[in-house]
């Protein structure tokens, strides 16, 4: 089993609409939990961080954690063409931070 | 401004040559990383300090060298005993020693063998 995963094929969202991204990972002692967004050509960038259960919210964008499941998911609403971009889960243990493949969010005007 | 440089942009590296990377941090960051990408992969891990005059191998370190004399500085060797260096080299840093560990990450060199 890979350490995390990002399953699902590229994401088209109309605009405005809620773009739905999930990641499951592996180990259960992970601590900490990321979203990066990474446009094509330019590196990651930081956008949400989650440590405990539940959900955190910061503008636009949620971040959901259920660590019984092994689970974390960002929801973006109300997509503008501007989060079209490629989305990394990253999962923090073992002293070392392992990512995702990423999923491609294409928002459509 | 504080920040993460990464130099060069682009690299061009004959078969043969050892290259050297550069990233450079004025966040006060203890910890610094280098990571690679290649296309529809995610970020595997080379090489990471936590503090100067010490480093530890990642998932992928084979044909990779690294030296952290300073704090601010991390530069990466690509030797030519790495089989297939053609990706996009990621430079991140952090504070060591935090629970959160959330890592910054440089805009990235782009390496491509000739």
């Known amino acids: 089993q890979k350490e995390v995963e990002q399953n699902s094929g590229p994401l088209s969202v109309p605009e405005g609409a809620i773009a739905s991204l999930n990641c499951t990972y592996s180990?259960?002692?992970?601590?900490?939990f990321f979203w990066y967004r990474q446009y094509s050509g330019k590196s990651p960038e930081l956008i949400m961080s989650?440590?405990?259960?539940g959900d955190k919210e910061d503008g636009r964008f949620t971040a959901q954690l259920n660590k019984a499941s092994q689970y974390v998911s960002l929801l973006i609403r109300d997509s503008q063409p501007s989060d079209s971009a490629t989305y990394l889960c990253?999962?923090?243990?073992?002293?070392?931070?392992?990512f995702g493949k990423g999923n491609q969010v294409v928002v459509i005007p | 401004d504080g920040g993460i440089t990464q130099s060069p942009k682009y690299l061009f590296r004959k078969e043969g040559q050892n290259v050297t990377l550069s990233c450079e941090q004025n966040?006060?960051?203890?910890?610094m990383y280098w990571y690679r990408q290649d296309p529809g992969q995610g970020l595997r891990l080379i090489y990471y300090?936590?503090?100067?005059?010490?480093?530890q191998k990642g998932d992928i370190a084979e044909g990779y060298s690294v030296s952290r004399e300073k704090k601010e500085s991390f530069p990466l060797t690509v030797t030519s005993a790495q089989k297939n260096p053609t990706a996009f080299y990621l430079c991140?840093?952090?504070?060591?020693?935090?629970?959160?560990?959330?890592?910054?990450f440089g805009p990235g060199t782009r390496l491509t063998v000739l």
């Open positions: 991140a840093s952090s504070s060591a020693g935090a629970v959160y560990n959330e890592q910054f």
């Open positions: 180990d259960r002692g992970s601590q900490s």
């Open positions: 989650i440590y405990s259960n």
């Open positions: 990253a999962v923090f243990g073992n002293n070392r931070l392992a």
């Open positions: 966040l006060n960051h203890d910890a």
């Open positions: 300090s936590q503090i100067v005059n010490d480093f």
